[in-house]
């Protein structure tokens, strides 16, 4: 089992930066990528960003350049930088961790107005 606890949401102007965390716990090992995906009212969950264990990172197009993400393997800590907030990155963002399971994380809100 992985236990995933997502911080760092709130509510923005657009333009501004917000950083959301993810606290990994228990069967760090058997993840072999972490994520961050969002779900915005009516619409399905998305990747926005993922990052392997042997280094790849993947970004959903509409936040290439603005958005990175990044891993404290000390830690067990998967970050998401978010910068230059626009209104239609207003969703709930989940922590992801893939091994033979998908774990997930119980959500944060981000809130971005014009």
């Known amino acids: 089992q992985v236990q995933l606890v997502e911080s760092g949401g709130g509510s923005v102007q657009s333009g501004e930066s917000l950083r959301l965390s993810c606290k990994a716990s228990g069967n760090i090992p058997s993840v072999y990528e972490w994520g961050w995906y969002r779900q915005a009212p009516g619409r399905q969950r998305e990747l926005v960003a993922s990052i392997h264990t042997r280094g790849d990172l993947n970004y959903a197009d509409s936040v290439k350049g603005r958005f990175t993400i990044s891993r404290d393997s000390g830690q067990n800590i998967i970050d998401l930088q978010m910068n230059n907030l626009k209104p239609e990155d207003t969703a709930v963002y989940y922590c992801?961790?893939?091994?033979?399971?998908?774990?997930w994380g119980q959500g944060t809100q981000v809130t971005v107005s014009s």
């Open positions: 992801h961790g893939q091994s033979i399971y998908d774990y």
